[in-house]
């Protein structure tokens, strides 16, 4: 019997909000939610930006003045607008009207010698044969040179690229906890990966509680987040700007070190450990490993996901010098203007000139569908399969290929296998990569096009989440996964709302590309799809929560569904009572620096098993011979 992985818990942050009970998606879609959902979000988002604040529990604004629920819409809700999604890049990053950046100058002598002073213990080592040096005391020398000199002085331009998604202004994961000079993309891991795990309504230790503690895995990984001074960013321009490098920069620099800071702060797993790179598709390569052994039975609960945080002068010069990025001018052509919106830079399948980048941290949490069933976890939904497949020869290494049309016909076939034809052609979706690219935009629609011909589908719903939160890069997957569970539980298609019209060349025949949100009633299938740069396509069939429950109430009957539900309620009224403090800002972020240290000294170890005085349960070690009948 194969165990179905249930997402039963889903944390994080990117330029919409929250991910948690779908704070962020709601953002996207405010004006078609309802009105208690769409107070709520307008007061979640004023807490995560600090425009609200509990006191003697009471909500206060930043002046300390009373301000009741239904207020805070009419008093910051332009605010909260403005300060979330696609936006100018604020300066918190760095300054886009005047990046800072190194002028080299050749500088020549006017008359013999170019003549300078400076401080002794300035002068370079070795000191140039040319350079004729006189000491003028108190620690001063002059130096005079008579041939050109190289010099790289401060300067600043005017960045081409100013827009980005970004984390809702006012939003910074360091101050919730002793960050530790970390970079942002793991102080993000760390607030996304608390949320995904308090959206559980389960307390983590009762989970280990059931299982032994090798059955959980940690599934992560960055791209090129880690680009900040604290990470690899200041490790290579250190001695270029005249600083030292700090013993941090390399380590915290890795891509593996979300998984890393999960595993030692967050949950202190002993279990699977993975990170999987694949470019764009990243958190579903992550996704598919976590799956697969959820499948085979090696693990029982999984954390997965990514964290980035490239909103950096380096990272964005080199997307945009590869003409990947939307720049001014492009933009002011496309819209025949002078001036650009920057809240519309990212146009999946649209008239576009090139993707907008951004910044998120995702995480699910997954548990076989029989550990649900006994703690009564909360049905987000089930992932069926996860497929990746790779582009074979091509001509560019960043071009698109046809790797990305096995993943979607194995994907749809599952899908059609699973819940029938009239599923498929009815209630099925797609997330799209939708990177805002010319050539991503006709390259991806013919897929979907050619798919839907060969399963009779017609009039299929497509939505592109990077048109309102920008590629995120590592986990840009984890904001359409954020994204199809949103749709799951409000029934609203979000159209892409930033695009005119669907561009001539896409090839829509088939597809139902909306420039509106919309309500879609009842949907089973979500189909997340993923075209990295290198050949990296994954696609990922997400079920959703009511086909999850028939399907678990199929296997294991009515008696023991009743037995959940009632569990269910424990665990939802859980659920209910950390949602209320996360949208007071509150988010009691895990965080266990040095706590809960393992005693070595006290592993208990023989032919069978290992147990740990702090683990519940034991780690039974291979009873037998795979291998049996090679022997």
């Not at 699977?272 to 052994?293: E, I, M, P």
């Not at 990212?346 to 548990?367: D, H, K, W, Y």
């Not at 011909?453 to 954020?482: C, E, L, R």
Request: include cysteine.
């Amino acid at each position: 019997m194969t165990s179905l992985p249930v997402v039963i818990g889903m944390g994080g942050i990117n330029a919409a909000g929250r991910t948690s009970f779908h704070q962020g998606f709601r953002r996207i879609v405010i004006d078609k939610i309802n009105a208690q959902a769409r107070e709520e979000t307008f007061v979640g988002l004023a807490s995560l930006m600090k425009l609200v604040s509990m006191k003697d529990d009471q909500l206060v604004d930043q002046d300390g003045n009373v301000i009741a629920v239904n207020e805070v819409e009419a008093k910051f809700g332009q605010q909260i607008l403005d300060g979330t999604l696609i936006r100018k890049i604020e300066k918190n990053h760095f300054d886009v009207d005047a990046t800072h950046w190194h002028q080299k100058m050749n500088i020549r002598p006017t008359d013999s010698n170019i003549s300078f002073e400076l401080r002794t213990k300035e002068l370079p080592h070795p000191l140039p044969h040319t350079w004729l040096v006189t000491d003028l005391g108190d620690g001063n020398v002059r130096v005079e040179i008579p041939e050109e000199l190289t010099v790289f002085h401060d300067a600043y331009r005017d960045n081409p690229i100013k827009a980005a998604g970004q984390m809702p202004t006012g939003f910074e994961p360091g101050t919730l906890y002793n960050s530790h000079y970390q970079p942002r993309g793991l102080q993000a891991t760390i607030f996304a990966a608390t949320d995904a795990i308090r959206s559980t309504g389960i307390e983590w230790d009762a989970i280990l509680d059931k299982i032994s503690p090798d059955q959980v895995g940690t599934y992560s990984a960055s791209i090129v987040g880690q680009m900040q001074q604290e990470g690899l960013g200041g490790l290579l321009k250190s001695r270029l700007t005249g600083s030292r490098v700090s013993t941090k920069q390399l380590a915290l620099g890795l891509n593996s070190m979300s998984t890393d800071f999960i595993n030692a702060y967050v949950t202190g797993n002993v279990g699977t450990t993975s990170t999987s790179s694949g470019a764009c598709a990243t958190f579903l390569y992550n996704l598919q490993s976590a799956v697969q052994d959820i499948q085979a039975g090696r693990v029982r609960v999984a954390v997965v996901g990514s964290a980035e945080a490239p909103i950096t002068p380096e990272v964005i010069e080199g997307f945009g010098n590869m003409s990947a990025l939307a720049n001014e001018k492009s933009l002011q052509k496309l819209d025949q203007s002078e001036t650009v919106d920057h809240r519309r830079t990212s146009r999946p399948f649209g008239n576009n000139c090139g993707f907008t980048i951004g910044e998120a941290a995702q995480f699910v949490v997954l548990m076989d569908d029989e550990l649900a069933l006994e703690m009564g976890a909360k049905v987000l939904a089930s992932v069926a399969g996860v497929f990746v497949n790779a582009d074979g020869y091509k001509k560019s290494i960043t071009a698109p290929g046809p790797g990305n049309y096995i993943t979607m016909a194995k994907s749809v076939a599952l899908a059609q296998h699973i819940l029938g034809k009239e599923s498929l052609q009815e209630r099925s979706f797609i997330l799209a990569h939708g990177s805002s690219t010319p050539q991503n935009r006709t390259t991806e629609s013919l897929i979907y096009d050619r798919i839907a011909t060969s399963f009779d589908i017609n009039n299929w719903p497509v939505a592109a989440p990077k048109a309102f939160v920008g590629h995120t890069i590592g986990p840009a997957s984890g904001d359409q996964m954020a994204m199809a569970l949103g749709i799951f539980s409000d029934n609203i298609m979000p159209g892409i709302t930033t695009i005119d019209k669907i561009a001539d060349d896409v090839h829509s025949d088939r597809l139902n590309i909306a420039i509106e949100h919309w309500h879609c009633g009842d949907m089973d299938t979500a189909f997340i799809n993923s075209k990295g740069f290198g050949g990296n396509n994954a696609t990922a069939v997400v079920l959703s929560p009511k086909v999850t429950i028939a399907m678990m109430k199929k296997r294991y009957g009515e008696q023991a569904m009743n037995e959940y539900e009632q569990k269910l309620v424990l665990v939802e009224q859980a659920q209910n009572e950390y949602r209320q403090r996360a949208n007071q800002g509150q988010f009691d972020v895990i965080y266990k620096f040095g706590e809960g240290l393992l005693d070595e000294n006290e592993i208990e170890i023989n032919d069978h098993s290992l147990s740990f005085k702090e683990f519940k349960n034991k780690i039974s070690l291979p009873a037998e011979n795979p291998f049996a009948d090679m022997m």
